[in-house]
C-alpha cells in the first residue's frame, strides 16, 4: 500500500476565471466546455462525441440547464487553458 502524504495531494479549485476553458479527458480528448461554475462546480456544455460510458462515470445522466455538473474529484489539473480530468475514470 502506498501511502500519500498530505503535502503531497492537491486539491484543485474551480472558480469562475475557469469558464470558457476546455474540458479534456487523461488522453487529451475534449469532453466539453465550460460553460458556468456555482459554488465551486464547473457545468461542462459536453462535445457530441463524448461517450455515454464517461457520461455515466461523471454522473451526466441529467443534463442542468447550465450543462452537466463537474464535480472537483473528477479533475486532475487546471490550466490557463483546459481542465484535465483524472486518468481513473
Known amino acids: 500500500m502506498t501511502v500519500v502524504p498530505p503535502a ?3 486539491t484543485v479549485q474551480i ?3 475557469d469558464v470558457g476553458k476546455t ?3 487523461a488522453d487529451g480528448d475534449q469532453v466539453g466546455i465550460v460553460s458556468a461554475v456555482r ?3 464547473a457545468y ?3 462535445d457530441p462525441g463524448i461517450t455515454t460510458k464517461l457520461k455515466t462515470k461523471l454522473g451526466w445522466e441529467d443534463r442542468d440547464d447550465d450543462g452537466y455538473p463537474l464535480q472537483e474529484p473528477a479533475v486532475d489539473t487546471v490550466t490557463d487553458d483546459q481542465v484535465r480530468l483524472r486518468s481513473d475514470l
Open 8 to 10: 503531497a495531494m492537491s
Open 15 to 17: 472558480t469562475d476565471d
Open 23 to 25: 474540458v479534456v479527458d
Open 39 to 41: 459554488h465551486g462546480t
Open 44 to 46: 461542462v456544455d459536453p
